[in-house]
């Protein structure tokens, strides 16, 4: 059973930057693809950023694109988003995700049926 546990979040002005960071525990972190999401009130939780498990392949949706970068340290079985250029309506609780699908283009669209373990989450709060 993997544990995630996501830190970094907080309130920021508008334009300011951010660092998530998400450790796993309890599993292969090497061998999983990972997942940032985020849900605001009153919507579905949608796709942020997804990476391989090697690290070589990272994915954005066009909404965060330039702004925010995914990375990952499998020797501290860590995954990061750097986000910058932060605006009001990033505004929401992110959560990363582990996938053992690593191989199935859905993950790495974001496709949340993809991914079996998910951590809290942490509030990103963006004010103007």
């Known amino acids: 059973q993997v544990q995630l546990v996501e830190s970094g979040g907080g309130l920021v002005q508008a334009g300011g930057s951010l660092r998530l960071s998400c450790a796993a525990s309890?599993?292969?972190?090497?061998?999983?693809?990972m997942g940032w999401f985020r849900q605001a009130p009153g919507k579905e939780r949608e796709f942020v950023s997804t990476?391989?498990?090697?690290?070589?392949?990272?994915y954005y949706p066009n909404s965060v694109k330039g702004r925010f970068t995914i990375s990952r340290d499998n020797a501290k079985n860590t995954v990061y988003l750097q986000m910058n250029s932060l605006k009001p309506e990033d505004t929401a609780v992110y959560y990363c995700?582990?996938?053992?699908?690593?191989?199935?283009?859905?993950?790495?669209?974001?496709?949340?049926?993809?991914?079996?373990?998910w951590g809290q989450g942490t509030q990103v709060t963006v004010s103007s």
């Open positions: 990476i391989s498990w090697t690290g070589t392949s990272t």
């Open positions: 995700a582990a996938s053992t699908n690593k191989y199935s283009t859905g993950t790495y669209r974001g496709d949340l049926g993809q991914y079996s373990y």
């Open positions: 309890g599993g292969t972190f090497s061998s999983y693809a």
